[in-house]
């Protein structure tokens, strides 16, 4: 930092303050937006200053580049459909582990030619293996979510062997790397990061995905955090840390949320066992039902309890469902949506959808405050979900979910579900629940259920 | 202030305020949370455009103008996509489809 004036280390202060306030704010409901506002005052200061100090050459096309930057960043961000959020936020992760990556191969040229102390070298081997692990990793759980290829894990014979002596690999690049330095290692360092991060999101199941880029996301942050090391940078480095550590302990959080280990969602599908009810339908008989005669059941009940899951989510039906329950309730029947934490594909993205359809935010209750009502609720009413409600999560040890917190809508009177298809969850098994004496099944497409159901309860 | 030792102290402090800050997050927010994180260590921003400034050759000035587009779109997309999420929890939009929006209130 010895080549920057004061005023300038005293701006990147104030914009790592701005950082800290933005994760605090987003925290807490009422501050979460105003703390996004300040972090992205915070990120435009800094990098507005840079330009004002720094003995920059090629200024007009760095310029240029930032506004490719911006115009894809923001109509990528502006068009996103919300249900299709988390794969754009890991490739946003992504990118950054990119950029990340070259910045720090491009530092390791400059190091090259000089007498670089070891601690630098270490830092920049770090940031171009980390940085490449998340570029590539995102990249695959992007493909997972948008579907471009399986959401299931993927396993071959031998994968442990490779995946192994990846990491030996890349830790000899590493040493390699600050005991001689040369450009090439980099690249070839680069490379190695590249196939880790591909065999190190393959073996991960579609519903523990979320988890995996909010894993990449703190890997991001660390890599940020190293290459402030390497470029001198007091901000870079404590933006950087901020991330990472908040990232693993969000990560952590989110892992609990669904009664796993890190550990097991990254390495659980190497050990199968986890293969259980690989995806088969069964023609086990189950009770199914026109709009009509749910519709009955629901407008004669007292209590009903909304289950919303991605389904709902992806026929986008969450505005006709919140009506429905506005009908119901205008019956003066007590409904109340429960949301698992991992409903949708992301911890808190049900709450997101079902914000954006107006639903009011006490209707929504969070898991630990609602199962207890299970028992006294006449008719659950599960939209689009299925492994949240799958008592394997309980009953069977070596199912995926096993462990899982689950909602206890077994134990209601009735249970509807609105589906598809018999088709498994998003963990590819095979949901008991469907075949209980108390469950009715409405087949079809969420809203146009919820449409014939809403039509149905408003003629009763 | 380049000491290693002052570094890891900065890097040691910073861990735990990383921690401290987020550590009552309800789940509700977790997205948006890791959405917001994730904008902000888009600040390798900054780095990329030190580096692509010193480019000595014309392969280090296309990578590190990479580097720059690269680091925007995550800065820029990850603050503006946060924002959009977060609009939903607070602000009501009254204009509804009018396809699927009969009037139910009678």
Same mark, same amino acid.
């Given at each position: 930092?010895?080549?920057?004036?004061?005023?300038?280390?005293?701006?990147?202060?104030?914009?790592?303050?701005?950082?800290?306030?933005?994760?605090?704010?987003?925290?807490?409901?009422?501050?979460?937006?105003?703390?996004?506002?300040?972090?992205?005052?915070?990120?435009?200061?800094?990098?507005?200053?840079?330009?004002?100090?720094?003995?920059?050459?090629?200024?007009?096309?760095?310029?240029?580049?930032?506004?490719?930057?911006?115009?894809?960043?923001?109509?990528?961000?502006?068009?996103?459909?919300?249900?299709?959020?988390?794969?754009?936020?890991? @490739?946003?992760?992504?990118? $950054? %582990?990119?950029?990340?990556?070259?910045?720090? =191969? #491009?530092?390791? /040229?400059? &190091? !090259? *030619?000089?007498?670089?102390?070891?601690?630098?070298?270490?830092?920049?081997?770090?940031?171009?293996?980390?940085?490449?692990?998340?570029?590539?990793?995102?990249?695959?759980?992007?493909?997972?979510?948008?579907?471009?290829?399986?959401?299931?894990?993927?396993?071959?014979?031998?994968?442990?062997?490779?995946?192994?002596?990846?990491?030996?690999?890349?830790?000899?690049?590493?040493?390699?790397?600050?005991?001689?330095?040369?450009?090439?290692?980099?690249?070839?360092?680069?490379?190695?990061?590249?196939?880790?991060?591909?065999?190190?999101?393959?073996?991960?199941?579609?519903?523990?995905?979320?988890?995996?880029?909010?894993?990449?996301?703190?890997?991001?942050? @660390?890599?940020?955090?190293? $290459? %402030?090391?390497?470029?001198?940078?007091?901000? =870079? #480095?404590?933006? /950087?840390? &901020? !991330? *990472?550590?908040?990232?693993?302990?969000?990560?952590?959080?989110?892992?609990?949320?669904?009664?796993?280990?890190?550990?097991?969602?990254?390495?659980?599908?190497?050990?199968?066992?986890?293969?259980?009810?690989?995806?088969?339908?069964?023609?086990?008989?189950?009770?199914?039902?026109?709009p009509e005669d749910v519709a009955i059941l629901l407008g004669y009940a007292h209590r009903v309890i909304v289950v919303p899951?991605?389904?709902?989510?992806?026929?986008?039906?969450?505005h006709t469902l919140r009506e429905l329950v506005d009908v119901l309730g205008d019956r003066g029947i007590s409904v109340d949506y429960a949301?698992?934490?991992?409903?949708?594909?992301?911890?808190?993205?049900?709450?997101? @959808?079902l914000?954006?359809a107006q639903v009011p935010y006490e209707q929504l209750k969070?898991?630990?405050d609602i199962?207890s009502e299970f028992k006294q609720t006449d008719v659950v009413l599960v939209v689009?979900?299925?492994?949240?409600?799958?008592?394997?999560?309980?009953?069977?040890?070596?199912?995926?979910?096993?462990?899982?917190?689950?909602?206890?809508a077994?134990?209601a009177q009735q249970i509807v579900?609105?589906?598809?298809?018999?088709?498994?969850?998003?963990?590819?098994?095979?949901?008991?629940?469907?075949?209980?004496?108390?469950?009715t099944?409405?087949?079809?497409?969420?809203?146009?259920?919820l449409g014939k159901l809403l039509s149905s309860v408003k003629a009763l | 202030?380049?000491?290693?030792?002052?570094?890891?102290?900065?890097?040691?402090?910073?861990?735990?305020?990383?921690?401290?800050?987020?550590?009552?997050?309800?789940?509700?927010?977790?997205?948006?949370?890791?959405?917001?994180?994730?904008?902000?260590?888009?600040?390798?921003?900054?780095?990329?455009?030190?580096?692509?400034?010193?480019?000595?050759?014309?392969?280090?000035?296309?990578?590190?103008?990479?580097?720059?587009?690269?680091?925007?779109?995550?800065?820029?997309?990850?603050?503006?996509?946060?924002?959009?999420?977060?609009?939903?929890?607070?602000?009501?939009?009254?204009?509804?489809?009018?396809?699927?929006?009969p009037e139910v209130r009678a």
């Amino acid at each position: 930092m010895t080549g920057t004036p004061v005023w300038v280390q005293l701006t990147y202060l104030l914009a790592a303050v701005c950082f800290i306030l933005a994760l605090k704010g987003l925290s807490s409901p009422r501050h979460a937006r105003t703390g996004n506002l300040i972090g992205a005052f915070g990120a435009v200061i800094a990098c507005v200053v840079v330009f004002f100090y720094a003995d920059l050459d090629h200024v007009v096309p760095i310029l240029l580049a930032i506004a490719v930057g911006t115009a894809v960043g923001l109509v990528g961000a502006r068009r996103v459909q919300m249900t299709q959020m988390p794969q754009l936020v890991a @490739l946003f992760n992504g990118v $950054g %582990g990119g950029a990340a990556a070259l910045v720090a =191969l #491009l530092e390791l /040229g400059d &190091l !090259v *030619g000089e007498s670089p102390e070891g601690f630098a070298l270490a830092a920049t081997a770090f940031t171009i293996l980390v940085g490449s692990v998340s570029f590539s990793g995102s990249l695959v759980t992007f493909a997972k979510l948008q579907e471009l290829m399986t959401s299931r894990p993927v396993v071959f014979v031998g994968l442990p062997i490779v995946f192994g002596a990846s990491i030996v690999a890349a830790v000899l690049l590493a040493v390699l790397t600050v005991t001689d330095p040369a450009v090439w290692i980099g690249i070839v360092l680069a490379v190695v990061g590249l196939l880790l991060g591909v065999l190190l999101v393959l073996p991960v199941g579609g519903a523990d995905v979320p988890i995996v880029i909010s894993l990449l996301n703190a890997f991001t942050g @660390l890599t940020v955090a190293a $290459g %402030g090391y390497v470029l001198d940078n007091t901000l =870079l #480095l404590v933006a /950087g840390t &901020l !991330v *990472g550590a908040s990232g693993t302990f969000l990560t952590k959080l989110m892992a609990a949320a669904m009664g796993r280990s890190v550990a097991n969602i990254l390495f659980g599908a190497l050990k199968g066992g986890s293969t259980l009810g690989a995806g088969e339908a069964s023609d086990r008989p189950v009770r199914s039902a026109g709009p009509e005669d749910v519709a009955i059941l629901l407008g004669y009940a007292h209590r009903v309890i909304v289950v919303p899951g991605y389904g709902l989510a992806v026929a986008q039906a969450q505005h006709t469902l919140r009506e429905l329950v506005d009908v119901l309730g205008d019956r003066g029947i007590s409904v109340d949506y429960a949301i698992h934490p991992v409903a949708g594909r992301m911890p808190g993205h049900m709450n997101v @959808l079902l914000a954006e359809a107006q639903v009011p935010y006490e209707q929504l209750k969070e898991m630990d405050d609602i199962n207890s009502e299970f028992k006294q609720t006449d008719v659950v009413l599960v939209v689009g979900a299925n492994d949240v409600v799958n008592p394997a999560a309980k009953t069977t040890p070596g199912a995926p979910i096993y462990g899982m917190p689950i909602l206890d809508a077994d134990e209601a009177q009735q249970i509807v579900f609105l589906k598809r298809s018999m088709r498994p969850g998003f963990a590819g098994i095979e949901n008991e629940l469907l075949f209980d004496p108390k469950t009715t099944l409405l087949f079809g497409d969420a809203k146009d259920t919820l449409g014939k159901l809403l039509s149905s309860v408003k003629a009763l | 202030m380049s000491e290693p030792v002052v570094w890891l102290t900065i890097f040691i402090l910073s861990v735990f305020v990383g921690i401290e800050v987020i550590s009552k997050v309800s789940s509700t927010l977790h997205t948006p949370l890791m959405s917001g994180a994730n904008a902000i260590h888009g600040i390798i921003l900054l780095g990329a455009i030190l580096v692509t400034g010193s480019a000595q050759t014309t392969l280090q000035l296309v990578i590190g103008l990479v580097a720059v587009v690269l680091a925007s779109v995550n800065m820029v997309g990850g603050f503006v996509v946060t924002d959009r999420m977060l609009q939903m929890f607070t602000r009501r939009k009254p204009v509804e489809k009018p396809t699927d929006k009969p009037e139910v209130r009678a």
